[in-house]
């Protein structure tokens, strides 16, 4: 049984956009399918996406941005659900070959290496878009999460710069293998002046886009969401990955 979860909340994602992953994933996965939300609203996600309320994030503040909420799937909510590894995907990715490798590479705990880490003391930090956990078997990150308290929200940019720490620190750090998940920004748009007249690629290695900050994945397919060091051609080809 392959296990894959997701997460939606507030308005920056829409049930379209679960179903659009769904789509993906059961379409490049073999075998038996479990997937599953966790999320504040469910109207319009398909029956075949299991649907969960959000688990609670003991981040401090009324507004838990950022990624903070991917917090909860360390949390006995998750563990609950979930027995055995559990593949968590974004909702902002284009998977582009079979993702049974991802299940099936040897690691307690699974992340993409960051693609362009800001500081050097989180050179070690992972992006999260896609990432593996075992259910139920890292609930001290929490703990952690209750002991720091606000706190936390300074010491690290974000929640995959803590859990990436979290892990290091307790020997179960992993990187997915280069070329895996593919930076749209960074691996498939050209860089200048290239991106000027040449549109962005397809790594031959890719087997999941990553589309984090912008452009989005609709974005990229028009050419729209571009800044002026990082011209952006449209990107037809995504839309076959994407419908």
């Known amino acids: 049984m392959r296990q894959v979860v997701c997460m939606k909340w507030g308005d920056k994602f829409a049930a379209d ?40 994030v003991p981040v401090v503040g009324e507004r838990v941005d950022r990624g903070w909420r991917k917090l909860g799937l360390f949390g006995q909510e998750v563990a609950n659900v979930f027995e055995g590894e559990v593949l968590y995907l974004d ?14 590479w ?12 800001l500081r050097y003391r989180h050179r070690f930090s992972g992006n999260s878009s896609v990432v593996r956990f075992r259910a139920g078997a890292h609930r001290g ?3 952690e999460v209750l002991q720091r308290g606000a706190s936390i929200r300074t010491d690290y940019r974000d929640e995959q710069e ?6 290091r620190r307790h020997g179960v750090l992993r990187y997915w293998p280069a070329g895996w ?13 290239f991106g000027l007249w040449r549109a962005p690629r397809l790594p ?33 080809w995504l839309r076959h990955y994407l419908d």
């Open 17 to 56: 956009d679960v179903n659009r992953l769904y789509r993906m994933v059961r379409g490049h996965v073999d075998g038996a399918l479990r997937m599953a939300c966790f999320t504040d609203d469910a109207r319009g996600i398909v029956p075949e996406v299991e649907c969960h309320p959000l688990p609670a």
């Open 91 to 104: 909702l902002d990715i284009a998977i582009v070959q079979r993702l049974d490798p991802f299940f099936d």
């Open 106 to 117: 040897p690691g307690e705990f699974l992340i993409i290496k960051d693609f362009k880490p």
């Open 141 to 143: 990150l929490i703990g």
């Open 162 to 167: 803590f859990v990436s720490d979290y892990m």
């Open 181 to 193: 998940c593919a930076s749209f920004k960074h691996d498939c748009v050209r860089p200048l002046p």
């Open 204 to 236: 031959e290695a890719a087997k999941v886009v990553v589309f984090h900050g912008r452009p989005k994945p609709d974005e990229a397919i028009a050419g729209v969401g571009s800044k002026w060091y990082r011209p952006l051609l449209p990107a037809p």
